[in-house]
Nanobody, 123 residues
């Protein structure tokens, strides 16, 4: 089992930045892929970014390319740097993990999930 805990959410004005963190514990050797998803009220869960460890290969959703950066210190700690935030980025952000070769871009590919952290961007 892998436990994931997100932190770093909050309220920010449009154009601002936030950095989310994801701390993994437990059987982290079975979670070489870390992903971030988000879900706004009434909407489907949306892929944001994913990263492989080791190696650092990344993938981003179209709506965040060029503004968000995913990174990872090691198999236990990952980050999502969010710049130039927009009101439409408002959502609950979830960290997820899986074991595999491909960077998963759908929620169904991930086995482990955090509880989520709220990000609110005011206009």
């Amino acid at each position: 089992q892998v436990r994931l805990v997100e932190s770093g959410g909050g309220l920010v004005q449009a154009g601002g930045s936030l950095r989310l963190s994801c701390a993994a514990s437990g059987r982290t050797f079975s979670s070489n892929i870390m992903g971030w998803f988000r879900q706004a009220p009434g909407q489907a869960r949306e892929f944001v970014a994913a990263i492989r460890w080791p190696g650092g290969s990344t993938s981003y959703g179209d709506s965040v390319k060029g503004r968000f950066t995913i990174s990872r210190d090691n198999v236990n700690t990952g980050y999502l740097q969010m710049n130039s935030l927009k009101p439409e980025d408002t959502a609950v952000y979830y960290c997820a993990a899986r074991q595999g070769l491909a960077l998963g871009t759908t929620q169904y590919e991930y086995d482990y999930w955090g509880q989520g952290t709220q990000v609110t961007v005011s206009s």
